[in-house]
């Protein structure tokens, strides 16, 4: 399968899931979307049909014929065509407030995860413990998790399409979403405000899971990385320790505690590399550190032009980092 037909495949699947709600917020989303296509199928029939009805049964005025029976003026005409509309528009305003209510009642004070978009990934920071991970946010399930939404530079758009409404966000400006899950599960969620060249790489998994399995992982995240178990490895923390990489990213347990790239110290435990652009293969990773731009053209990871060694020492260390 090529980048486009692979891309197109992942847009019609988020069609798809909007229409499989998986949890409240999302149902209220969806129940108001059913309400409001009726109504315009209804409005479209009827304009349709009165379009088609005057075309098929008057279908030319001839020379000499009368004009039409002229309405102008008459006001209960005037009246049922403005009382209609206003209807309509008053009940469909009337729902939208009322489901806003259900999807988004205000926030609490403090957030449970502090979700931040970053070109081209998504950092999140759990308040409570302090873990902090990326690109696979992990909640429990069956509970609303309070989210705030930050940006580090452009607009990016928070969406998981099974979940809850979309949610721009913004450098300096939080903004607040309630996040649900009715079932365990994976669930796929995308940035969908265009923010550069790799925005349609900027995928995330939210995965909820049991109350228990949930703060097994968050222990699992807070742990310190594992010191190097083989040569090999301990080469690879010296290179990562010597070369740029601490000026980007973290790994707990090691000098390296920078935020600007995704934080490492659990980054074997992650399905995805490159923010869902390859699956988080031994393979890839090589690929990764060989030449990232060749993996994902205008990463902010340069080409390091490490040599096959250098690739290998440090692959072998950052693959145990569980
Ligand atoms: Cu971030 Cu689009």
Same mark, same amino acid.
């Given at each position: ?9 992942? %847009? ?18 969806? $129940?108001?979307?059913? #309400? ?30 009368? $004009? ?24 469909? /305003? ?46 429990? #399930? ?6 705030? %939404?930050?940006?580090?530079? #452009? ?16 450098? *300096?400006?939080?903004?607040? %979403? ?10 796929? *969620? ?23 399995? /949930? ?47 995704? $934080? ?9 590399? *490159? ?32 040599? $096959? ?14």
């Amino acid at each position: 399968m090529n980048l486009h037909s692979f891309s197109a495949a992942f %847009l019609v699947a988020d069609v798809v899931k909007v229409f499989n709600p998986q949890s409240p917020q999302a149902r209220a989303i969806f $129940d108001l979307a059913i #309400v409001v296509i009726v109504v315009m199928v209804v409005i479209f029939a009827v304009v349709v049909g009165i379009v088609m009805y005057a075309l098929l049964g008057f279908p030319r005025w001839r020379e000499g014929e009368r $004009d039409p029976e002229q309405v102008e003026g008459n006001n209960t005409i005037e009246i049922v065509w403005t009382a209609i509309p206003l209807a309509i528009v008053t009940i469909l /305003f009337v729902l939208s407030a009322r489901t806003m209510g259900i999807s988004d009642p205000p926030p609490p004070p403090k957030p449970d995860i502090v979700v931040i978009g970053h070109q081209w990934w998504w950092e999140a920071r759990y308040t409570n413990s302090g873990a902090i991970v990326a690109n696979e946010i992990h909640i429990p #399930v069956g509970k609303a998790v309070a989210l705030r %939404l930050d940006s580090v530079d #452009v607009l990016h758009e928070f969406w998981v399409p099974e979940l809850a409404r979309k949610l721009t966000t913004v450098p *300096g400006h939080p903004n607040h %979403l309630w996040i649900q899950a009715d079932k365990p599960a994976t669930y796929l *969620g995308f940035c969908t405000e265009f923010c550069g060249t790799q925005h349609a790489w900027m995928h995330f998994l939210l995965v909820a899971e049991p109350q228990e399995e /949930f703060q097994k992982w968050e222990q699992a995240q807070l742990a310190p990385a594992p010191p190097p178990a083989s040569e090999n490895a301990q080469k690879g923390l010296a290179l990562f320790e010597q070369m740029t990489c601490v000026n980007c990213h973290a790994i707990k347990g090691t000098i390296a505690s920078a935020t600007f790239g995704p $934080d490492l110290t659990h980054f074997a435990s992650r399905k995805q590399l *490159g923010a869902g652009i390859v699956a988080n293969t031994p393979e890839n990773l090589r690929r990764w550190l060989h030449d990232p731009q060749q993996v994902k053209i205008g990463a902010k990871m340069p080409n390091f032009k490490f040599t $096959d060694e250098q690739v290998t020492q440090l692959a072998d260390y950052i693959e145990t980092l569980k």
